[in-house]
């Protein structure tokens, strides 16, 4: 049952990400644009590879698709960080997150060690295939550097959640409101991701993270596009403003 639920799901979820970002889309230039839309495209590639795994016959081809997953998902949580870092106007410590490589060495690393297994076991130990109603799904089994991986991934999602939720108490009623929508969108794939690895009567055979991460979209959108969050935030204020050396005086 739970896999059906996920593949009805898996499309709408896409749809809504999809959506989003088209409305980024027009914001590319700007940092905060970039960000998102690199974070939605990778919580797409992390859908549509659940969906694969979950719709493929062979072994092969199933594993294939859960390495994919790691390694896309590996990514989903420095592009929130960095998105959390913008929005908390810390622009220049993004700009200096996205460009330094030690933040990216346990994904990539990850990446390197999941596509070497069953070569290696430093990531996995093993797998087995779990069926239900003609589809299937693989079950890992997690050696220590999974739990390196994983620690790293709740890190930043964890400090985004933090700095937006800082940010939430800091400003006025407007932007608590964009805050609020942002933050409770990040704390959807936490709590899906949870009730997987933990042992919990719910999600025990198929993990619903994507899903979550998808569906945080629509709290995004909600920010983008209803409450008109990049409009709002444009980036000559970001560049001259904030950036500039000399003090300003503003009179109303």
Request: positive net charge.
């Amino acid at each position: 049952m739970e896999y059906i639920v996920f593949l009805i799901l898996a499309p709408i979820s896409f749809a809504i990400t999809y959506v989003t970002i088209l409305v980024t889309w027009k914001y590319r230039k700007e940092l905060l644009g970039r960000i998102l839309i690199i974070y939605f495209l990778s919580i797409q590639l992390h859908l549509v590879s659940n969906v694969l795994e979950l719709i493929s016959k062979q072994e092969q081809m199933m594993l294939f698709w859960t390495k994919v997953q790691i390694s896309v998902y590996g990514l989903i949580p420095v592009y929130w960080l960095a998105f959390a870092l913008v929005f908390s106007n810390n622009r220049k410590t993004a700009k200096d997150l996205l460009s330094l490589w030690k933040v990216l060495l346990i994904p990539v690393a990850s990446a390197v060690l999941v596509f070497l297994y069953p070569l290696t076991d430093v990531f996995y130990t093993g797998h087995r295939v779990l069926n239900n109603i003609g589809l299937s799904t693989l079950r890992t089994e997690y050696n220590y550097f999974f739990w390196v991986y994983g620690a790293h991934c709740y890190i930043l999602f964890i400090a985004g959640s933090f700095l937006t939720l800082r940010h939430l108490i800091s400003t006025g009623i407007l932007f608590q409101k964009l805050s609020f929508f942002i933050m409770v969108g990040s704390l959807f794939p936490l709590i899906a991701n949870l009730m997987y690895i933990l042992p919990l009567p719910v999600f025990v055979q198929k993990d619903f993270t994507p899903i979550a991460l998808a569906l945080s979209g629509l709290f995004f959108f909600i920010g983008i596009y209803w409450h008109r969050f990049l409009d709002i935030i444009p980036i000559a204020r970001n560049i001259i403003v904030e950036e500039m050396d000399q003090g300003i005086i503003i009179l109303d």
